[in-house]
């Protein structure tokens, strides 16, 4: 075969085949695609801050390695419940916060406390948010 010769493609099965894997995920696509703009105004705005550390010593970096696993339990408890998820964590010198979002805080707090009950480190103070900077947040200590 040359070079500028025509390529096959096979036989026409394996051509339809292409064809509908194509339009299959064209379709997911599609249905994953939010169905107005308005559901970026429905994005959840409750959040729970669980909070290590938060102490005038300095934390210690590397007990959040022995966190790793207690924040995927969290995540997928409250991805079970279909209640939020993990969004991250910020690292401070005196503290380690975790930030989960969701609908309801006392909902995603109910579902997250056993899990943290069990981590290897213990939680010094949570905060249910209701928006990201609630001045008036409901705060949790052990």
Not at 28 to 36: I, M
């Given at each position: ?18 064809v509908v894997?194509v339009?299959g995920?064209?379709?997911l696509a ?7 703009d308005?559901a970026?105004?429905?994005?959840p705005d409750?959040?729970?801050?669980v ?6 010593h ?18 997928d408890?409250l991805?079970?419940?279909g209640?939020?998820w ?6 401070g010198d005196?503290?380690?916060?975790l930030?989960?979002a969701?609908?309801?805080?006392e909902?995603?707090?109910a ?12 939680w010094?103070?949570v905060?249910?948010?209701?928006g990201?900077d609630?001045?008036?947040a409901?705060v949790v200590?052990?």
């Amino acid at each position: 075969m040359t070079a500028d010769a025509p390529r096959r493609l096979g036989s026409p099965a394996g051509l339809i085949g292409v064809v509908v894997l194509v339009a299959g995920l064209s379709g997911l696509a599609a249905c994953a695609a939010p169905a107005s703009d308005d559901a970026a105004d429905a994005e959840p705005d409750n959040w729970v801050v669980v909070t290590f550390g938060d102490t005038e010593h300095e934390f210690d970096t590397g007990a959040m390695d022995s966190l790793l696993s207690t924040e995927v339990r969290a995540d997928d408890a409250l991805q079970a419940a279909g209640a939020g998820w993990i969004d991250g964590n910020e690292v401070g010198d005196h503290q380690y916060d975790l930030y989960f979002a969701g609908s309801d805080r006392e909902e995603m707090w109910a579902l997250l406390e056993p899990v943290f009950a069990a981590a290897p480190i213990r939680w010094s103070r949570v905060e249910l948010r209701d928006g990201l900077d609630d001045p008036a947040a409901i705060v949790v200590t052990p």
